[in-house]
């Protein structure tokens, strides 16, 4: 499986950016998808997933209220709709995906996904 994110950028806080992943390579898609980011210093943290089956999402606390994650099954990709940014987004985030669907206690793990993208820059200047 290969995963492509796109649609990082220079915002400023409050602003609003959409990242995509795409997954090519594994009929049907993921079983799981997740986005995780790197900030300036930070370890990896895990931001939000969602499964294919039933949709189900989970979110990191810092981001619940503010990010939307979602997914198009048909096109095999993976949004994250992030609003109201502050300068603690900024960060490098990952698209990641797995064959396996788990509890959604799991799904936060970064350990647990086999695939990962490459990364798209996100900056928030205050």
């Known amino acids: 499986v290969q995963l492509q994110a796109s649609g990082g950028g220079l915002v400023q806080a409050g602003a609003s950016l959409r990242l995509s992943c795409t997954a090519s390579?594994?009929?049907?898609?993921?079983?799981?998808m997740a986005w995780f980011r790197q900030g300036p210093g930070k370890e990896r943290e895990f931001v939000a997933a969602?499964?294919?089956?039933?949709?189900?999402?989970v979110y990191a606390d810092s981001v619940k209220g503010r990010f939307t994650v979602s997914r198009d099954n048909a096109k095999n990709t993976m949004y994250l709709q992030m609003n109201t940014l502050t300068p603690e987004d900024t960060a490098v985030y990952y698209c990641?995906?797995?064959?396996?669907?788990?509890?959604?206690?799991?799904?936060?793990?970064?350990?647990?996904?086999?695939?990962w993208g490459q990364g798209t820059k996100v900056t928030v200047s205050s």
């Open positions: 969602i499964r294919r089956s039933g949709g189900i999402t």
């Open positions: 390579g594994r009929a049907g898609g993921p079983s799981t």
């Open positions: 990641a995906a797995a064959d396996a669907s788990w509890i959604t206690g799991a799904m936060r793990s970064s350990t647990r996904y086999s695939y």
